[in-house]
C-alpha cells in the first residue's frame, strides 16, 4: 500500500482471498478492498509509518465466499534506500491453516492453555482428556520448565476428582524424615516436637489428586513405602497403629532420566513401572520453535497491564526465536514479563529485553547469566574458562567436574554448590557422560 493507503500490488494469495484481481485492488482504498475487523485500517496504519515499527494484530476478514476468516495482520514500512517513506507492506496469515486453532474452535475446552502449532504437544493435550477419565497412575517426563505441573493440574480439573484438592509435593525440597512425616502425617508424641496430629498429605488429598514433582528425588526409603501404599490402597501415620486407605490418585513428573536411574540402582524398578502405566513426555521448547511466536502473544496478552496487548517489534521476536531456553516455557515467560514491565506497557523493544539475551553466543549468553549470580562457584568457573574460546558445554563440564571434586564425589553437595536441584545435576552428568 502506498502512504494513503491505496492499494499498490496483491499477490495471487491476496487475490484469491478477497476476491479482488491485482488489476481490480490497484489505487483502491484498503477498507474497500480488505473488509476486516481493523477497519479504519488507518488506525492500525499510521503508528507503523511514524514509529517505524512492525507491528501485529489479529483480527478477522470477509473473504471472497463472505466467509469470516481469522487472519493475523503483520504491518512493515517501506522506505526506499535513502529513508523515504514509501507506504507499507501488509502481510495476512489464515488462522484457520493453525491446527491449534482449528482444535479450539471445534473441540470442548478440556486442555485450553496449551499453546502450540507442534505435533508433539498436540498429542500432550489429546492425551490430556483421555487421561483423566482413568484413575490410573501417570508418569510426567519432561525438562524443567516445559510445564509438567500444570499438565498435571489439567488432567486432574478434567477428571472427575476435579471438585476434590490438588495436592503438590516437591520431592526434592524437603529432607527425608520431613517428607515422610509430611507424606503420610503422624500423631502427637511420635517423635520429639510432634505435640499435635497431623494429617500428612495422603489424607489431605483424599479423593483428589496427589502429585509428586521431581519424583527422582525422592529417597529410596520412602519409594519403599510410595511402592507399599499403591499396592495396598493404605497406610500409616507415623506413629499410629490404625491404617488409613489411600484415596488420592498419584501423578508424578520428572525432568529426571528415570529409567537409567532404574540402570544405576538409583530408583526402584517396581515403583517406576507402578507410576508408568500412563506416559506423557513434553518435548522441550527448542525442539518445538515454532510455537515461540504463539507463545509470545500468549504471554503478551497474559501480561498485559492494561485492555491494550503490547507489541513486541521485529529486532526483539528474532532474538527471542533464535534463544534456546534451557529453562524452557517458564524462562520465556519470565523474559517477557522482565519486558513488559520496563516497557510499561509499550512497544517491546531489544532494550527491554534481559541483557544475556543480546549479547555474543548461547556461551556468552550463558557467562552473563553467571555474572549476575553472586554465586563465588560460578563466578569461579566463569573465570578459568576465560580467554580459552571454550563453548558453553565445556565450561557447563568443567564446572561439574570441579563442583564434584570439591564434595568428593558427593552428588547432593555438588547440585547445592552449583545451585541446582540435584534432578538437574543427574541429568546434566549424563549429558556430558559423566
Request: hydrophobic share 35%; aromatic share 8%.
Amino acid at each position: 500500500m502506498d502512504s494513503n493507503l491505496d492499494v499498490s500490488r496483491m499477490n495471487h494469495l491476496a487475490e484469491a482471498l478477497t476476491g479482488r484481481s491485482n488489476d481490480e485492488a490497484t489505487g483502491i482504498h484498503a477498507d474497500y478492498i480488505l473488509r476486516s475487523s481493523l477497519h479504519p485500517f488507518r488506525d492500525h496504519f499510521e503508528p507503523v509509518l511514524k514509529d517505524r515499527q512492525t507491528a501485529v494484530h489479529e483480527g478477522n476478514i470477509l473473504d471472497r465466499n463472505r466467509k469470516i476468516v481469522p487472519i493475523r495482520f503483520t504491518i512493515s514500512r517501506i522506505e526506499s534506500h535513502k529513508g523515504k517513506q514509501l507506504g507499507a507492506m501488509v502481510v495476512l496469515e489464515d488462522l484457520t491453516l493453525a491446527p491449534y486453532l482449528q482444535e479450539s474452535l471445534s473441540r470442548p475446552d478440556t486442555f485450553d492453555g496449551i499453546v502450540s502449532l507442534n505435533p508433539r504437544m498436540q498429542d500432550v493435550g489429546e492425551q490430556i482428556s483421555v487421561f483423566a477419565a482413568t484413575d490410573a497412575s501417570v508418569l510426567i517426563e519432561g525438562e524443567t520448565g516445559t510445564g509438567k505441573g500444570y499438565v498435571a493440574e489439567k488432567i486432574h480439573q478434567a477428571s472427575k476428582r476435579s471438585g476434590y484438592p490438588f495436592i503438590k509435593v516437591n520431592c526434592g525440597a524437603l529432607p527425608e524424615q520431613l517428607l515422610e512425616s509430611e507424606l503420610f502425617g503422624h500423631v502427637r508424641g511420635a517423635f520429639p516436637g510432634a505435640d499435635h496430629n497431623k494429617p500428612g498429605m495422603f489424607r489431605l488429598a483424599d479423593r483428589g489428586t496427589i502429585f509428586f514433582t521431581e519424583i527422582g528425588d525422592l529417597p529410596q526409603p520412602l519409594q519403599v513405602k510410595l511402592l507399599t501404599v499403591l499396592d495396598d490402597g493404605e497406610f500409616f501415620a507415623i506413629g499410629s497403629t490404625r491404617k488409613v486407605a489411600m484415596t488420592a490418585r498419584i501423578i508424578a513428573a520428572t525432568s529426571m532420566d528415570l529409567k537409567g536411574m532404574v540402570r544405576e540402582g538409583l530408583f526402584r524398578e517396581d515403583l517406576y513401572y507402578r507410576l508408568n502405566v500412563l506416559r506423557l513426555d513434553i518435548p522441550p521448547l527448542r525442539e518445538r520453535a515454532e510455537d515461540i511466536p504463539l507463545l509470545v502473544d500468549y504471554f503478551l496478552k497474559t501480561f498485559s497491564p492494561g485492555a491494550l496487548t503490547p507489541r513486541i517489534d521485529r529486532s526483539s521476536l528474532d532474538i527471542l526465536k533464535e534463544f534456546t531456553y534451557p529453562g524452557n516455557v517458564r524462562e520465556l515467560r519470565n523474559i517477557l514479563e522482565h519486558a513488559i514491565t520496563l516497557s510499561h506497557g509499550d512497544t517491546i523493544k531489544t532494550e527491554h529485553l534481559p541483557e544475556y539475551l543480546l549479547h555474543g553466543s548461547e556461551a556468552e549468553r550463558y557467562a552473563s547469566i553467571w555474572r549476575a549470580s553472586s554465586d563465588p562457584q560460578r563466578r569461579q568457573a566463569e573465570e578459568g574458562s576465560r580467554g580459552r574460546d571454550m563453548k558453553w558445554d565445556d565450561v557447563e563440564k568443567e564446572m561439574i567436574i570441579e563442583a564434584l571434586r570439591k564434595s568428593r564425589g558427593k552428588r547432593s553437595e555438588a547440585a547445592k554448590m552449583l545451585g541446582w536441584a540435584r534432578s538437574t545435576l543427574y541429568r546434566k552428568l549424563k549429558y556430558h557422560e559423566l
